[in-house]
């Protein structure tokens, strides 16, 4: 089982629909959770963290968190075309164990239809 | 505020040259990562410098793998006897040491690496 899990895609919405990006990890530890945007041939952007259960907005942008389950997930609202692209999830695992490597999802491939 | 850099964007060498590239983090950042990509696959964990001290190591870097970071400022990553397998986009990223839950990294535009 890979540590971080996505569903590859390509995961296709209409222009100005609500865009569902889904994550599930296996380090109960985990702590931090990190959610970058990929164009292709280039190097990964943030785009947002979260740390705590429930939602943390930020723009057009949602993390939601879900430790019991695993979980996290990003929404992109009112999507547009310049959207697409691959997002990567990315884990942090428990800090007090010295360990700061970021482990990384294969990414799902987002298209935006115009 | 200027972000991470990297050098060379591109790099093509013959298989058994050795090539070194070069991170310069953001100005303020003590923590300094490298991470391998290759297509179709998230960023892969290399190795981690706080400060100019080497904390940690993944069992990808291999001996042939070597990095440094001598005066805590900018790192090298240099592999030795390339091999075909070693194409790849090597990411380096930053972060700043802080007393909270997230250590965000930045990454730079990477150096794509082409082994013939």
């Known amino acids: 089982q890979k540590e971080v899990e996505q569903n590859s895609g390509p995961l296709s919405v209409p222009e100005g629909a609500i865009a569902s990006l889904n994550c599930t990890y296996s380090d109960r530890g985990s702590q931090s959770f990190f959610w970058y945007r990929q164009y292709s041939g280039k190097s990964p952007e943030l785009i947002m963290f979260i740390y705590s259960n429930g939602d943390k907005e930020d723009g057009r942008f949602t993390a939601q968190l879900n430790k019991a389950s695993q979980y996290v997930s990003l929404l992109i609202r009112d999507s547009q075309p310049s959207d697409s692209a691959t997002y990567l999830c990315a884990v942090n695992p428990l800090m007090d164990t010295g360990r700061r490597a970021l482990t990384f999802g294969s990414g799902t491939r987002l298209q935006v239809q115009p | 505020d200027t972000g991470v850099s990297q050098n060379p964007r591109h790099k093509i060498t013959k298989r058994g040259q050795n090539v070194t590239f070069r991170c310069d983090p953001i100005s303020e950042h003590n923590r300094l990562y490298w991470y391998r990509q290759t297509l179709g696959q998230g960023p892969e964990f290399l190795t981690y410098?706080?400060?100019?001290?080497?904390?940690?190591?993944?069992?990808?870097?291999?001996?042939?793998?070597?990095?440094?970071?001598?005066?805590?400022?900018?790192?090298?990553?240099?592999?030795?006897?390339?091999?075909?397998?070693?194409?790849?986009?090597?990411?380096?990223?930053?972060?700043l040491d802080s007393a909270g839950v997230t250590d965000t990294q930045y990454f730079g535009p990477g150096t794509r690496l082409t082994v013939l």
């Open chain 2, 49 to 95: 410098f706080q400060n100019e001290a080497q904390l940690e190591k993944s069992r990808l870097l291999s001996d042939r793998f070597s990095a440094e970071r001598p005066k805590g400022s900018f790192s090298t990553l240099e592999i030795q006897r390339t091999e075909q397998g070693d194409s790849a986009m090597y990411l380096c990223a930053s972060s």
